[in-house]
């Protein structure tokens, strides 16, 4: 769901709306924990300042104060996505010149952990006095995103710390050492360090949540714990461009912050949807994410097959979803119709990667009551309306359907299930009907219309979720299946996709800069989302559209430099041009799942591995145009064991390390 559908309405008299600005602020993730302040370090309880878990704001202020004085801030900065380091300095009288004697570091879990360093460098010993003013108001996330989050609490001094609580649920802050004084009324800890020359003082913060005694949940206080079982391989990547590299990198630590368990079943892992707005399961945005990460092994997609098969309606089939803003031109869309038809493409693109029949045959019941949906969502004119029943016929829908057609056949045939013909028949209608109605015709050699009204009237405005017609998906021998257009109509539509009015320079854009009510910072009116486009240069490379697709490639690598390398869920679509940087969206998660996977979603298409594990073959389509000049990935996995590739400069592919008996498809 969009922000603005994800947060209360903001109060009376404020100008502006949805969620609080964070795209230049310091976020620890660790789901559902993440620690978010500005780069000084300092939690002064504004906007979204605060360590929360479980969407609950723990502590809003941690104010640090060293003889009388705040430290002056040096830097603020990520480690790890779940750790970040604040350096400060501090002004003594014992300083002789410009250099400050005294360093004041300040590292920070997003599971609520803060560690202070005071370091005295000078050539004689000192006594500082250090305080820390805290405080919260244990607001839900929602309403401190929204403006609202209430007053402060009063404190009690606890053990060697202070407590604060609300409905029944308690906040608890532990010091160690202990604080030499506490004072609750004003939510201070004090201490008097001695510091001595060349040494240090540490004292250690540990912010606790202490839900209700009669949750029906209730679990021993505390966030996360501090690892969780990454469920994908430790990928390597070496490029003649280094910041591919760095993006992998990160990408891969923001998912792993990312990761969360199914309560119902703790071994199964799925990962959130993105920080601060949803930190928790949002089924779509799950599945993309699992499809998008199978070259690195098959875990995560059988751990959120399984919590989505959980979830999933027994009756209707159709897994759960909520209603997100389709931009200007179409009425809101259902996460549910996405999730439900992709389920069943996770579930047999995981089988071609290797997912063992022992876990893939279980959730053939779950990928059967998808289809089952599929056919009774369908219209008359065979197109799937989202949301449905009554709503448009949005293209990407129709790509979505199209794919899980063939992905279902596929699954019903390998277990000799009947229906499969049934279903390939339907998918051929559907490319016959599509090629025709959904194609119009202009001067300019034409394009796919973005939806069919419920009237039948094509609506125009193109954007990126077209992209999703090039995603055809993997099926056997290594090969992808046929898309909803055909040659030309593809030919035509990458040449669109290179364009300015929808290429910003830096991605594809949401709509089309030529279209009516087009916004840069529209979620859907112009913004760019980054998995749609590295689904559109996967897509596009796959076709063998390499300009286009490098095109894509590049600028996105170029806006994850001016991201610190951690791709945004979506930031504004304006036009590249020189002096500029991609302007971040203020409402943008950031970790977000989708966008970190397409970015190894997108380097991975630079080797194009496409196998099909049960029957031992593996195709490397490279791109040939090598647009990062020579790459080599390691750690990759095809049933499970290791596969590495080396891409020249020239294009050309060799695999250095497969299975045994693993064949080279043509």
């Keep these: 769901m969009s922000p603005q559908q994800n947060t209360p309405p903001t109060p009376a008299g404020r100008p502006d709306r949805g969620p609080r600005p964070v795209h230049d602020a310091v976020m620890c993730v660790a789901a559902p924990s993440l620690a978010v302040s500005a780069g000084h370090g300092q939690l002064l309880g504004h906007d979204l300042d605060g360590f929360y878990q479980d969407g609950r704001r723990v502590l809003a202020r941690c104010e640090l104060r060293i003889a009388g004085s705040a430290p002056i801030p040096v830097q603020g900065r990520l480690l790890t996505a779940g750790r970040a380091r604040f350096m400060a300095v501090v002004r003594t009288g014992a300083d002789g010149g410009p250099d400050p004697a005294v360093t004041v570091e300040r590292v920070r879990t997003a599971a609520g952990v803060e560690r202070i360093t005071v370091h005295n460098t000078g050539p004689r010993g000192l006594r500082l006095p250090l305080e820390v003013s805290l405080g919260t108001d244990l607001a839900d996330l929602a309403a401190v995103a929204s403006g609202r989050p209430g007053p402060d609490l009063p404190a009690s001094v606890c053990d060697s710390g202070l407590r604060w609580s609300r409905d029944g649920a308690g906040a608890r802050i532990t010091a160690h050492p202990a604080p030499d004084s506490a004072l609750a009324s004003a939510g201070l800890l004090r201490w008097d360090l001695a510091v ?46 280094a910041r591919a590299e ?19 079943q703790p071994a199964d892992l799925h990962t959130a949807a993105g920080a601060p707005w949803r930190l928790g399961l949002a089924p779509a945005d799950a599945l993309w994410a699992a499809r998008m990460m199978l070259p690195l092994g098959t875990r995560l997609a059988a751990g959120t097959l399984r919590t989505l098969a959980r979830r999933q309606d027994p009756g209707s089939g159709r897994i759960p979803g909520v209603l997100r803003h389709a931009g200007p031109h179409l009425p809101p869309t259902c996460s549910g119709v996405e999730a439900t038809l992709l389920f069943v493409t996770v579930l047999a693109e995981a089988r071609r990667w290797g997912l063992p029949e022992r876990e893939a045959e279980p959730l053939l ?53 009947p229906g499969a013909d049934g279903w390939r028949e339907r998918a051929a209608e559907l490319r016959r009907a599509f090629r025709e109605d959904f194609w119009l015709d202009d001067r300019a050699g034409g394009r796919p219309a973005a939806a069919l009204a419920p009237d039948g009237r094509p609506v125009p405005h193109l954007g990126s979720a077209a992209g ?83 095109s894509l490639l590049r600028g996105l690598l170029d806006a994850s430099e001016a991201f610190g390398h951690r791709l945004p869920e979506m930031y504004a679509g304006e036009q590249r041009a020189a002096g500029r940087a991609p302007a971040p969206h203020p409402s943008a998660g950031r970790p977000a799942a989708v966008a970190a996977a397409g970015a190894v979603h997108l ?6 591995v496409r196998p099909d594990a049960p029957e031992r073959i593996v195709a490397v389509r490279p791109m040939g145009s090598a647009p990062l000049g020579a790459v080599q990935l390691s750690g990759l996995r095809i049933a499970g064991e290791p596969f590495a590739v080396r891409i020249s400069r020239l294009g050309m592919a060799m695999v250095e390390e497969a299975a045994p008996g693993l064949q080279l498809g043509a």
Aim: hydrophobic letters at 40%; proline letters at 8%.
């Design 603 to 608: 380097l991975m298409s630079l080797a194009g």
């Design 246 to 264: 760095a993006l992998l990198g990160t990408s891969l630590d923001d998912l792993s912050a990312l990761l969360l368990r199914d309560p119902a």
């Design 365 to 417: 019941p779950a990928a059967e009551r998808c289809l089952r949906w599929l056919l009774t969502a369908a219209g008359d004119d065979g197109y799937v309306p989202d949301p449905a029943p009554g709503g448009p016929a949005r293209c990407e829908v129709q790509a979505h359907a199209h794919r899980a057609m063939l992905h279902g056949a596929d699954l019903l045939d390998a277990y000799d299930r």
């Design 468 to 550: 999703h017609l090039l995603d055809t998906g993997l099926l056997g021998g290594g090969g992808l299946a046929e898309g909803l257009l055909d040659k030309v109509q593809t030919e035509q539509f990458a040449r669109l996709f290179g364009a300015p009015d929808l290429d910003s320079g830096w991605g594809l854009r949401t709509l089309s800069a030529k279209a009516p009510g087009h916004n840069p910072f529209g979620h859907r009116g112009g913004a760019v989302r980054v998995h749609e486009t590295a689904v559109a240069a996967a897509g596009l490379a796959a076709a063998g559209y390499e300009k286009e697709a490098a």
């Design 196 to 241: 001595p020359p060349g040494g240090s003082r540490v004292i250690e913060l540990r912010a606790v949540l202490e839900p209700p005694a009669d949750a029906p949940s209730a679990r021993s206080p505390g966030a996360r714990e501090v690892t969780v079982p990454v469920p994908w391989s430790a990928a390597e990547m070496s490029c003649d461009d």
